[in-house]
DNA sequence: ACGCGGGCTTGCATCACGCAACTCGTCCTC
DNA sequence: GAGGACGAGTTGCGTGATGCAAGCCCGCGT
């Protein structure tokens, strides 16, 4: 993948970013998702030349966001980690219809039980929903390193 | 940026990506949103190469998501429609959080007003939350284009 | 006039990507 | 059981993107 390319940021971001940051990364993951490719073949209606795409799968079983299935084990499962992603490519896909999308959504997300549409949404635990993204603001947390906590006080 | 490298996939996520989907551009937008970054130099400390940054900022420029402010035109600062991919960003972080941050979250985001915490949640518009990610599908939206459509049901 | 720091641009080496051709194993057919 | 078709990759090579270091431009203070 990077190699751990994005080290100086100390944030879930950037380490998400290292796994699924790369060209086609989160394409084959939706495709996987959402349109139910399993099999090698599958992705190449991506347009994804097929060496790429090998080694992007190859990453992704080391990543843990597939594993290998199937009686010939030629067949890519994404796992538990890997379907929680559906969070990013809905948080993209609305981004895109918002402002990419001038004839309206080509796609849409459904609630497989109930028929509804689905949506993403900033969730405050305290006071209910987060409407602007400037209310927003970043804090260090349980698992940002003592040292660098200090360094950007001081700073 | 990426000369509308995604054609094959007809899908907001795919025309997102080709904004946002190239290396540093995501922590690029995740600087500004959350520390403030302004300047060309507020963000040389993501470690990115001057040159790469450079073109990141003015990619963002022309897509819309940056303009130039400031007194001398020399800062860089996120439009409203930049400002909405924090969405994007808490959703990636999210997921790093819960697979690739052992410690606990080294960044945590709070609301400004009442310092609640801040979570991305999936929501159906009947049913209320989704809860797991298998419950979505993919649907043809208004803005899919007829002949692809019934390619799709075609095959 | 001089130096300094911020804000880029340029040159060059390296790496990743796109494309096409090729291999390998399995299944199907004759 | 030889031949062909197909899925699943691997290999080679050319091109574009990235990383790094150095240099340039310009406003500002002295």
């Known amino acids: 993948m990077l190699g751990r390319t994005y080290d100086a940021e100390v944030c879930s971001a950037a380490r998400a970013l290292e796994v699924v940051g790369e060209r086609w990364s989160l ?10 490719a399993r099999r090698f073949g599958d992705f190449r209606s991506l347009g994804i030349a097929t060496n790429v795409l090998a080694k992007r799968l190859d990453g992704f ?4 966001i597939m594993e290998r299935t199937g009686p010939d084990g030629a067949e890519y499962a994404l796992t538990e980690q890997g379907r929680e992603l559906a969070t ?5 896909t609305a981004w895109g219809d918002r402002h990419l999308a001038p004839d309206g959504p080509p796609v849409l997300y459904m609630h497989a039980g109930c028929g ?3 949506a ?8 209910g929903e987060v409407n602007d993204p400037a209310e927003l603001r970043a804090v260090p947390g349980p698992g940002m390193p003592a040292e660098i906590a200090a360094r950007m006080s001081a700073s």
Request: glycine share 10%; hydrophobic share 55%.
């Open 120 to 127: 993403q949404r900033l969730v405050c635990d305290t006071c």
């Open 116 to 118: 509804g549409s689905v």
């Open 61 to 64: 079983v080391d990543a843990g």
């Open 88 to 92: 990013v490519v809905v948080a993209l």
């Open 27 to 36: 394409l084959i993951v939706r495709k996987a998702l959402f349109a139910g």
